[in-house]
């Protein structure tokens, strides 16, 4: 299937020309929807461009012209308007912190191809190659997208991310509907939007950065850290790694020294580092250090035990087979991690035990399999064996 060529983007910078526009992408059905930002040296994205997609052409609205975001908002929550995006994981954020709400409905043409069978994480210029048999060219995606004026390959480059979205839309969501699958991707935009709302809120960074292998101690003391770090970052407008890296946060956690001489081999942590944040850092692990027991945070399991491997590797055969049936790369179906920790604690407990990761469609095809295995019989009875070894 070709399509013509698209036409030239409009660039919208007037608050009145927006508001004409946006009562427009209301009574449409879908809108696509891309943004260009600058993050390098901030914390909070510096939105440049928010290009939006209808079915008469392409428009960047400029967010560092307009003022009046109210109808954008109208728009991104509009609950009759489905909201297209490809691969819109820093988007969802990104939109979230601009207008105040999550872009509900929500359509990834990436999920969508992948369920469709075109395979995984298929990138914006492969999918329209693929859908379209055009071959669109990347170049300017690192530019300062605050700048003003646009160049004419801004301009160019930032339509043809939204151009084809709402035709790989249309030819998506028919494949969808064909294999029966609409409602599995729903099921996956629906966690999308998840994912996005977590990143948001503080407590993501320590989910983030727990290890297997420490103990409840350490990640009380991990847990303060990184809520300091996180506060910190946001209150100077930084990155998390310009305050501290992450491995030096889970290295002074494993270590919860006592004195400052006991942050001198801590990774990434120089001198200057330490006259500035020693002191502080102490204070947070001497808290952590305090903390009744039953105030403690629970321990990250381990993943892939020796216990559990023939179970992983029996359980990762099945999983590749069934994705094989349904023309899905096995890691989007399962990732190797949940697939693993999942065999550990399913061994452990001696029963299967699903976890919030596989729910819904994946559930549903994935179970009938697995209980029907002898994965977790064989597992055990290994487990057995080897105790009566040692022994």
Known sequence: MTLPPPPTPEVVDRDDRLADLAERW??????????????????????????????????????????DRAPLVAVVQAPEVTKVFHSPSEDLEILHQAVGHPPEPLFDCQVAATLCGLGGSLGYVRLVSRLFDVELEKGVQRSNWLRRPLSDEQVRYAGLDVAYLLPAHERLLARLRELGREGWAGEDFDRLLQT??????????????????????????????????????????????????????????????????????VKSLGPRQTRRYGPKLLELVRGAR?????????????????????????????????????????????????????????????????????EGWRRSVLQPEVECSALLEAGASRKRRNRSLRR
């Open 290 to 358: 305090s903390l009744p027991e039953d105030q403690l945070p629970g321990r990250l399991e381990r993943s892939g035990r020796r216990s559990s491997s023939r179970v992983s590797e029996g359980l990762r055969k099945l999983v590749a087979r069934v994705a094989a049936d349904l023309d899905v790369p096995a890691e989007f179906l399962l990732p190797r991690r949940t697939l693993e920790a999942w065999a550990a604690r399913s061994l452990e407990r001696g029963t299967w035990v699903w976890p919030a990761e596989i």
């Open 196 to 265: 996005a709302e977590a990143r948001l809120d503080p407590a993501w960074s320590y989910n983030r950065l727990r290890r297997p292998g420490m103990s409840r101690r350490q990640l009380a003391a991990l847990e303060a850290l990184s809520a300091w770090r996180e506060r910190r970052a946001r209150r100077r407008d930084v990155p998390r790694g310009f305050v501290l890296k992450d491995e030096t946060l889970v290295d002074v956690a494993r270590r919860l020294p006592r004195t400052s001489e006991d942050l001198a081999p």
């Open 26 to 67: 209301l009574r449409e059905p879908a809108v696509g929807l891309d943004t260009e930002f600058v993050r390098e040296r901030t914390f909070f994205a510096r939105l440049g461009l928010i290009q939006v997609a209808d079915s008469e052409g392409c428009y960047l609205v400029d967010m560092v012209s307009i003022r």
